[in-house]
């Protein structure tokens, strides 16, 4: 009768130090006047971070969109100043992993994860926290679907397209545009996975002979799908799709049944800066986006998949975007994809178009 006595009187003084936790925290952060982030450079995405956590928490956000590569240059730049004015950075997976953290530029993140529907495993996918590297320094939040085919259903039947290598017909040279393969990120993660599951032959015959149109722009590749400029889109944004296709375009995504389906990150990585100037607000900023409200807010303004699974999307995701059971991925914003296994397979990409 003891022991039961101790252990439901345990309960309640558990979450009421957790509380205790959150409410001081919540208290210095406010003390140093507001938090600097530097996230994605969406402006939806802007407002509704700043909205949402000042709302929870009273701490006023200053929101940069450096955006990539730009972050680590600011940075970097920053730093070699002598000035430290960053407190979290919400990237993909490039600058996170390739430059913040080998470059000493990051704190752990795992030992300031207080909120108690945080540290709750039960509500993350597999039972666990997601962390981009081993020692538990950068939390990865997001992994979702991305397709990386997409029509003009007015131009092409989707039946006209079933695997990648139907892409290799005579018929559609000259009218294909694709996501731009010298470009760092998301275009050389898909001529590398295009090499790492088709082989060297698929990639020349696709990039070189089939002669596609390149463009760095997602919204530039989308728009010209949508008006029928060219029939099909490889690399496509699915978030740009997806918004075309509310507007009621005559575009589709695409899943090639001869290779692995892709998954990311997105800009689902998030960061803590060292040598913070509002620490406690950086906490707190933390610990709100990785919680039940931060992502829900984070997840549904992105459209992409949290790796909690306690989030309400709405009717905001196109059902594509989920993983499904029964289907094999390539991880594309995973840490062996783009330490080990990216560089490696665009080199040789590379050599195999002569560049």
Not at 147 to 171: R, Y
Not at 335 to 348: D, N, S
Request: charged letters at 20%.
């Amino acid at each position: 009768m003891i022991a039961g006595i101790a252990g439901a009187l345990a309960v309640p003084c558990v979450a009421r130090a957790e509380s205790d936790t959150m409410a001081s925290l919540t208290a210095a952060a406010r003390a140093e006047g507001g938090v600097v982030v530097d996230g994605p450079p969406m402006e939806d995405v802007h407002a509704a971070i700043v909205r949402g956590f000042q709302a929870a928490t009273g701490v006023p956000v200053t929101y940069i969109t450096s955006g990539g590569a730009a972050t680590g240059a600011r940075v970097r730049a920053e730093r070699a100043a002598g000035k430290f004015l960053l407190d979290v950075v919400i990237s993909g997976s490039d600058t996170p992993t390739l430059t913040l953290l080998p470059s000493g530029w990051l704190d752990r993140i795992e030992p300031i994860l207080v909120a108690p529907d945080v540290l709750d495993r039960r509500k993350w996918r597999d039972g666990h926290l997601w962390y981009q590297d081993d020692a538990h320094t950068i939390l990865r939040m997001l992994q979702f679907v991305t397709p990386e085919l997409a029509i003009s259903t007015k131009l092409v039947k989707p039946s006209e397209l079933p695997t990648w290598t139907s892409l290799l017909d005579p018929k559609w040279r000259g009218k294909i545009v694709a996501k731009d393969p010298g470009v760092a990120g998301a275009g050389s993660a898909l001529i590398s996975y295009f090499y790492l599951t088709k082989g060297p032959d698929f990639v020349k015959k696709l990039y070189r002979d089939q002669q596609p149109v390149f463009s760095q722009d997602p919204r530039q590749q989308t728009q010209w799908l949508a008006q029928g400029n060219y029939p099909i889109l490889v690399g496509p944004d699915s978030t740009v799709v997806y918004q075309f296709q509310k507007l009621g375009y005559p575009i589709a995504p695409l899943f090639p049944s001869d290779g692995p389906g892709v998954v990311t990150a997105g800009w689902g990585l998030l960061c803590l800066m060292n040598k913070a100037p509002h620490p406690n607000a950086a906490k707190l900023f933390v610990n709100w986006l990785a919680g039940k409200a931060g992502q829900e807010v984070f997840g549904r303004t992105l459209q992409s998949v949290s790796l909690r699974t306690d989030i309400d999307y709405g009717n905001t995701l196109p059902p594509y975007v989920f993983l499904q059971k029964k289907s094999s991925y390539v991880d594309t914003s995973s840490l062996q994809f783009v330490t080990e296994q990216r560089g490696p397979a665009f080199e040789k990409a590379r050599a195999v178009l002569g560049e």
